[in-house]
């Protein structure tokens, strides 16, 4: 081994251009993925400077020499940020994204790391395929769709409240949609039903890497199915867990747009009034584009900051992340 080492040393080392020609249809490939990301990731961040300037039209080219004279915001341009910031929506907007948001994390986070652990002790192959099928199936439908059945199931001769009703819980079927305490539970169940299964699939995958030896031992020591799980499942797919983690706390503010934009209507407003939609209302009907981009900015940076936070914290807890 030693000396097939020194002979590795002993050749000549490849100069980047030879590298580059051996690896041309590589290099072709990660090439064409680069111009991607720079067209539609990296060109369109010079948007941003809309957010600083006192009122942008969307009749206004982007690099037009119009769009360079339009006045900066005062205030050395974060007018439309304080403006954001003493809105009398702020601070229903960030409760109800706070809030929706922390409910799925809690929630829509854990429950799809259980239901895989229990897929996993399922060994009944057709009867395992069948749940993963049934439970994957809702992920593949838009949120146009779902919330058309949602509404259906939750109005007043909807599923829900004949069921409701016939339990003996309700005497009559009410509107759920209309109803702004139900909003939030609304939300994250129907957020659940939709992509348990899907979430649960990355799981699934590190558990399937788990060496089988390790639970051969475990059973020779007398383990239960349970200790195994405890003791050799949960630890080999931490690191799993803690990159999800990470990614799930850099979205929290994010609530799903296209799910509270289907169920969202004015009766429920008061908790379903969450920062994307409150940009999507401000920019599409009042028009201010300049103002929505800022508070879109805002977004983005605590979900950087979020995010920063949260890695640096599993770096020094379990020694996993993204950076």
Do not use: C
């Not at 854990?110 to 809702?138: C, D, G, H, S, W």
Request: aromatic share 16%; net charge positive; charged share 15%.
């Amino acid at each position: 081994m030693k000396q097939k080492q020194d002979e590795m040393q002993l050749l000549p080392k490849k100069t980047f251009w030879a590298r580059l020609r051996e690896e041309k249809y590589l290099q072709v490939m990660a090439l064409l993925g680069i111009i991607w990301m720079i067209i539609f990731n990296y060109i369109p961040m010079y948007g941003i400077l809309i957010a600083f300037k006192k009122n942008f039209f969307i009749t206004t080219p982007l690099f037009s020499k119009k769009f360079f004279t339009t006045p900066w915001a005062t205030n050395h341009g974060f007018q439309h940020f304080l403006e954001f910031f003493k809105d009398d929506d702020f601070f229903n907007v960030m409760g109800n994204t706070l809030g929706i948001s922390l409910l799925k994390l809690a929630f829509n986070f854990t429950l799809p790391i259980v239901f895989a652990l229990l897929l996993n002790e399922v060994k009944n192959l057709k009867f395992k395929k069948a749940i993963q099928t049934i439970t994957y199936m809702p992920h593949f439908l838009s949120w146009v769709v779902l919330g058309g059945i949602l509404t259906t199931w939750l109005g007043e001769s909807g599923l829900f409240n004949e069921l409701l009703i016939k339990m003996g819980i309700l005497k009559e079927g009410i509107s759920f949609l209309a109803y702004p305490k139900y909003f939030w539970a609304i939300t994250v169940i129907s957020d659940l039903w939709k992509e348990l299964g899907w979430s649960a699939i990355i799981y699934l995958a590190a558990i399937s890497g788990i060496d089988q030896e390790m639970y051969e031992a475990a059973k020779v020591d007398g383990a239960s199915r349970w200790k195994q799980i405890w003791t050799i499942t949960l630890p080999s797919i931490a690191p799993t867990v803690t990159i999800m983690f990470i990614l799930a706390v850099g979205g929290l503010l994010n609530s799903n747009f296209d799910q509270i934009l289907v169920l969202n209507n004015p009766l429920n407003a008061p908790r379903s009034s969450v920062i994307d939609i409150f940009v999507y209302q401000t920019a599409m009907r009042g028009m201010r584009y300049s103002y929505a981009s800022a508070i879109g900015l805002f977004k983005s940076v605590i979900a950087f900051i979020l995010l920063f936070i949260a890695n640096q914290i599993t770096k020094k807890l379990n020694d996993t992340a993204l950076f």
